[in-house]
């Protein structure tokens, strides 16, 4: 859904053309004193959160405004639009749902984009796809400012716990000015050079992720069919050569049909969408990450779009229960 911040952004935009044109960017010397920050959603809420806890001076906005106050209340500050967050801040970190979200926020009316200039950094830690990511530096860098994307691998807990993984690409002297700032937020950070790498792994390792899932969620059925305990399958699961934390997390919780969101369904699908698009672009088949996506679209149609992607698992339950009354 097009935000209020949506403007016509041609996506045939030249940014070759419009870079060429670009006044030359400044770099930040210094660490950032003032830090910006978009989206104050499942993820963004408690990484804005760490910031504070560190003593960073924070100015946030959300669209729902409701969003921001426990951390205005915790002494962070708020601006009405991206644009505002932007001019008042050295550096602005941008967490979004969705692609064109990322891209409204940034390149829309009133968006971030306007309120950047030389000597300015803005952070993008969305999951989008490498064109929107592209798309989003070219506007930042046409002003002066300089650009990074940073999407994270890690969910809502990892986000609180500041256990994040950040997979940056874009200017590496804004990556070593805001280095510290995603220490505060994440365990480990990656620079993979150009703009559009981030994007590609964070893209890759959520597909391999939401394929796990869905072969994991048919394992503990199968296993239930047969009769086989399923707490004790998850147990030998999270011993074995296959062992991930996902498993003995998620494990108990949908052996009881519970989905407390971490990572909500509609963005694993998202993701996965995205991936199938990376992969075609370049040829790859990728038949098992197509298959998990059919999978993550029948969930959603059971209106388990904003439960935890684990809920994937009741995909299989109702064609389980279709073949049996057949």
Request: neutral net charge; glycine residues 8%.
């Amino acid at each position: 859904m097009c935000s209020t911040f949506c403007s016509s952004i041609p996506r045939h935009l030249n940014l070759t053309s419009m870079m060429i044109m670009k006044p030359r960017a400044q770099a930040i010397t210094e660490p950032p004193s003032r830090v910006g920050f978009l989206g104050i959603g499942i993820m963004g809420s408690p990484m804005a959160h760490n910031l504070l806890k560190a003593g960073i001076d924070v100015t946030i906005w959300n669209r729902t405004k409701s969003k921001c106050d426990p951390l205005i209340s915790l002494g962070a500050k708020y601006k009405p639009s991206p644009e505002e967050v932007a001019a008042s801040c050295d550096v602005t970190f941008a967490m979004l749902a969705d692609p064109q979200s990322a891209l409204d926020v940034a390149c829309g009316k009133h968006g971030a984009v306007n309120g950047m200039d030389s000597g300015k950094g803005y952070v993008d830690v969305s999951t989008v796809d490498g064109d929107t990511s592209k798309l989003i530096s070219g506007h930042i860098k046409s002003t002066g400012a300089l650009f990074l994307e940073a999407p994270v691998s890690g969910s809502k807990k990892p986000a609180e716990d500041g256990q994040l993984i950040f997979l940056t690409a874009g200017d590496k002297h804004l990556y070593d000015t805001v280095a510290s700032l995603l220490d505060i937020m994440g365990k480990s950070k990656f620079y993979l050079g150009n703009v559009g790498n981030g994007a590609a792994m964070k893209l890759v390792v959520n597909m391999i992720m939401g394929s796990m899932m869905a072969s994991f969620s048919e394992g503990l059925l199968l296993g239930e069919k047969v009769g086989l305990d399923p707490d004790v399958l998850v147990q030998v699961v999270s011993q074995g050569a296959i062992s991930a934390p996902m498993y003995s997390i998620k494990g108990p919780s949908m052996i009881q049909s519970l989905y407390p969101t971490a990572f909500p369904l509609k963005h694993q699908q998202k993701d996965l969408r995205l991936a199938l698009g990376l992969a075609e672009s370049v040829s790859q088949p990728t038949p098992i990450a197509a298959a998990a996506n059919e999978l993550y679209k029948v969930a959603k149609s059971h209106g388990l779009s904003d439960q935890d992607f684990s809920a994937v698992i009741e995909a299989l339950k109702s064609k389980f229960q279709h073949s049996e009354t057949k």
